[in-house]
């Protein structure tokens, strides 16, 4: 019998936590375990408070290594965070490699790392979360030291400076690449483009409302964190230039050192013009709620009043009164939203004419450019920094236009010399 990939997933609840949202994370924990390319072949849930030894009770780890036994599987998956303690005696008594769900959110993010940034945020993590347990690792090899054996002390304190170190320089080199995406940035707003972006909870349909909004194809599956690397394309809106940029998505729980690691990717969000904040509607209310605020949660401090448009997706999976009876629920979380289908391609319209609406002022300007060689260069500038309304040609060429604040100022500091 094939045993490859075959994994038991175990979640302890508290006694007092909601039934209906614990069944809730446990989902989310078995979507991350099929994202991760496993094969569930047996579940173990216990409802107690932790346990410093084991997580759960002793019994039940008995009981969780015979499932491990009759089923062959090769590793377990526990949905709560691990202590190094934990990790090693849970293993000690199954016989077989035993992760959390953060690391198993590590080894997602590994296999989809595509980029030397996004590979090198991977390894930063993975390096947060190893420094504490290195420290419990040693702690407990010292403790089955041997008298007259070479003494462990120094090995732990070159082991921990050796990933101080790497943190240290990969910090520097992310560090520097933000650097260079600040200038990115600030060249494409100086080029009359805004900068928009999804964002979102992971598997909302981010990636296939990218697909929509600019009709190209990008990885779009029903799996979790599809999206690592940040994609940006150019469209057009009303006339406007801006880049639509598709982001990782977030996820309930997240430690914060996870979180950092990512920082260069997630600021694509923070410092974006206008955010799309993109909702799965064909969840249960409670689910979407818990959501929006993870969300927020995410956004709120560090967005900086970048406007930020609610967009509903998945309406194809619901009945009108359906959507009626969940707009009911989460209305008070989701003010004025776009409801959208972004697989059947349906609200894009509306969605569109939303983003427009809250796309940085431009000003109005009307003016004219003498009819000569430095009046039609300087209309061929004003085609790519602005829209032109309207332009009608007689001795001089009027103009009525419409840009950023910065290009009319520029425009009215050289119509002087444009006469000369």
């Not at 078995?30 to 410093?52: C, H, I, M, N, W």
């Not at 035993?98 to 993590?125: G, H, N």
């Not at 002022?361 to 209309?379: I, Q, T």
Request: one cysteine or more.
């Amino acid at each position: 019998m094939e045993t490859e990939n075959q994994v038991i997933l175990v979640k302890r609840t508290n006694p007092r936590a909601d039934p209906e949202r614990s069944e809730y994370l446990f989902e989310e924990l078995r979507e991350l375990t099929r994202t991760a390319g496993y094969v569930p072949v047996g579940e173990l849930t216990q409802t107690k408070f932790p346990d410093s030894k084991y997580q759960l009770g002793r019994g039940k780890i008995e009981e969780l290594a015979e499932l491990v036994r009759t089923t062959r599987a090769e590793k377990v998956i526990f949905y709560n965070k691990l202590s190094t303690i934990q990790l090693f005696n849970i293993s000690e008594i199954c016989g077989c490699q035993v992760i959390d769900k953060f690391q198993l959110i590590l080894e997602i993010f590994a296999k989809r790392a595509t980029t030397r940034r996004s590979k090198l945020q991977v390894e930063l993590a993975r390096l947060r979360y190893e420094i504490p347990r290195a420290r419990a690792i040693v702690s407990i090899l010292k403790k089955e030291e041997k008298a007259g054996f070479m003494g462990l002390g120094d090995y732990e304190d070159a082991y921990e400076q050796g990933l101080k170190k790497r943190i240290t320089r990969i910090e520097s080199e992310l560090e520097s690449a933000e650097k260079d995406d600040e200038s990115l940035r600030t060249f494409r707003h100086r080029k009359g483009f805004s900068l928009v972006c999804l964002a979102g909870y992971t598997n909302a349909g981010k990636s296939t409302l990218f697909n929509s909004i600019v009709d190209e194809s990008v990885e779009a599956q029903n799996m979790l964190f599809t999206t690592l690397v940040p994609t940006t394309r150019a469209l057009e809106l009303g006339g406007r230039k801006a880049l639509l940029t598709d982001t990782v998505g977030f996820i309930e729980e997240l430690p914060h050192w996870l979180v950092d690691a990512f920082k260069s990717t997630l600021d694509e969000i923070f410092l974006s013009d206008l955010i799309l904040l993109v909702v799965d509607v064909s969840e249960k209310p409670e689910i979407i709620l818990q959501k929006l605020s993870t969300a927020h949660d995410t956004l709120w401090d560090r967005i900086q009043g970048v406007p930020m448009i609610t967009v509903l997706n998945k309406t194809d999976l619901l009945e009108a009164s359906e959507l009626e009876a969940v707009m009911e629920e989460i209305g008070y979380m989701a003010p004025n939203p776009v409801f959208v289908s972004a697989k059947e391609k349906a609200g894009m319209q509306e969605l569109k004419a939303e983003i427009i609406k809250h796309l940085p002022a431009w000003s109005f300007y009307s003016f004219s450019l003498p009819n000569s060689e430095k009046g039609m260069s300087m209309l061929s500038w004003l085609y790519d920094e602005g829209i032109v309304h309207s332009v009608e040609y007689g001795e001089r060429i009027s103009v009525d236009y419409e840009a950023r604040t910065e290009v009319i100022n520029r425009i009215q500091s050289l119509e002087q010399n444009l006469d000369e």
